[in-house]
């Protein structure tokens, strides 16, 4: 009994905001490198370094950030941009749906708060832990998404401001941040696969690569994103064993 | 140091679109149970759209044609390979951006 509530006692100390806050720290790098990167893309893309800022603020997603500022450079209409964002950002939805019911007996607002603040990474830490068997908490919770948060934000002001001395970001392949990044999330998405099916979803991810190429040759490669999506997802439900 | 009007607007409508996919399974898992072929659809989303987000790079598109952008494609095989035995999204990120400025680098020398 004495051991249960010592137990007890030690799990509440380490769920503190403070650990979210340490549990944070190794997705950092990825965080400012990326948001660096954001904003350098940001006032190359024509923004300001305020613009910069209150996207980073305001929409928090770094793939959507990038796509933003190249279908502005490339004129796209404001709809055709804000649809965009949300395709690229459905994803969230189902990062949402895995982490939700750990938070069930919290009030709504701290559900919205935790929510809005959900991203790949922070999803990837408290998912992790979760599958380890550990329990998280409100509080954890929000020392993980606040750190993240404030980091990213000050990531891509200080590559907008730093953006600005530079002439060519190219030149450093900052452009490929994105490509990159995305890799790194769908060998990670694989990697949670079961092995039963990871021929089932090896297949998928061809049928996409093929899909998308045929598809760029007649419509925007952003509207290929969304409708090879569509069939492959389908596919993959029909074909699903 | 300013901000545009139809920036903003931008920036308002896609931070809209962003939050409500993130808070809404939030509100809904504490009642309703979605349908399980609607669960298992999205389940597909993420490894599907992130397939066609690395893929879209390995083609320029421009008015009247459509080019293989080849140092994408170059820099992209040992990129994949970095995230495969690392399984690190930063590790990822800069080694691949470091590649890529290598390459613009001998490219344009």
């Known amino acids: 009994m004495i051991a249960e509530k010592a137990v007890q006692q030690?799990?509440?100390?380490?769920?503190?905001?403070?650990?979210?806050?340490?549990?944070?720290?190794?997705?950092?790098?990825?965080y400012i490198s990326i948001g660096l990167a954001a904003g350098i893309v940001g006032v190359s893309s024509h923004l300001s370094v305020m613009e910069v800022t209150l996207l980073s603020a305001l929409?928090?997603?770094?793939?959507?950030?990038?796509?933003?500022?190249?279908?502005?450079?490339?004129?796209?209409?404001?709809?055709?941009?804000?649809?965009?964002?949300?395709?690229?950002?459905?994803?969230?939805?189902?990062?949402?749906a895995t982490i939700a019911p750990e938070f069930t007996k919290y009030s709504l607002l701290k559900n919205v708060g935790i929510g809005a603040l959900l991203t790949d990474e922070s999803f990837g830490v408290s998912s992790s832990k979760i599958a380890?068997?550990?329990?998280?908490?409100?509080?954890?919770?929000?020392?993980?998404?606040?750190?993240?948060?404030?980091?990213?934000?000050?990531?891509?002001?200080?590559?907008?401001?730093?953006?600005?001395?530079?002439?060519?970001?190219?030149?450093?392949?900052?452009?490929?941040?994105?490509?990159?990044?995305?890799?790194?999330?769908?060998?990670?998405?694989?990697?949670?696969?079961?092995?039963?099916?990871?021929?089932?979803?090896?297949?998928?991810?061809?049928?996409?690569?093929?899909?998308?190429?045929?598809?760029?040759?007649?419509?925007?490669?952003?509207?290929?994103?969304?409708?090879?999506?569509?069939?492959v997802a389908t596919i993959g439900v029909v074909t699903d064993k | 140091m300013s901000i545009h009007y139809p920036t903003l607007i931008i920036i308002l409508g896609c931070a809209l679109v962003t939050v409500v996919p993130r808070i809404v399974p939030?509100?809904?898992?504490?009642?309703?149970?979605?349908?399980?072929?609607?669960?298992?659809?999205?389940?597909?989303?993420?490894?599907?759209?992130?397939?066609?987000?690395?893929?879209?790079?390995?083609?320029?598109q421009t008015n009247d044609s459509v080019k293989v952008n080849w140092p994408v494609i170059i820099v992209v095989i040992p990129t994949l390979l970095i995230a495969l035995k690392t399984k690190s999204l930063s590790i990822t990120v800069i080694s691949g951006v470091g590649m890529m400025a290598l390459l613009r680098f001998f490219l344009l020398s």
């Open chain 1, 132 to 231: 380890k068997g550990e329990p998280i908490n409100d509080r954890w919770m929000n020392g993980l998404n606040i750190t993240a948060y404030v980091s990213w934000i000050i990531a891509c002001t200080a590559g907008a401001i730093f953006g600005h001395l530079l002439s060519n970001p190219e030149a450093f392949g900052f452009d490929f941040a994105l490509t990159a990044m995305f890799l790194a999330l769908l060998v990670l998405q694989i990697e949670s696969v079961l092995p039963s099916k990871l021929n089932h979803y090896l297949r998928l991810i061809l049928y996409m690569a093929i899909i998308m190429i045929v598809l760029s040759f007649f419509v925007p490669s952003h509207v290929a994103v969304l409708i090879s999506t569509i069939i």
């Open chain 2, 26 to 60: 939030f509100l809904v898992v504490r009642n309703i149970a979605l349908p399980e072929p609607v669960l298992k659809w999205l389940s597909y989303i993420p490894i599907c759209i992130l397939t066609a987000l690395v893929v879209e790079n390995f083609i320029i």
């Open chain 1, 10 to 30: 030690r799990e509440k100390v380490d769920l503190t905001f403070k650990q979210g806050v340490k549990d944070c720290i190794p997705t950092l790098l990825g």
């Open chain 1, 59 to 96: 929409v928090y997603a770094g793939a959507a950030q990038f796509i933003i500022c190249a279908l502005m450079v490339a004129n796209s209409s404001i709809s055709a941009i804000i649809l965009t964002t949300f395709i690229v950002n459905l994803r969230h939805f189902l990062l949402s």
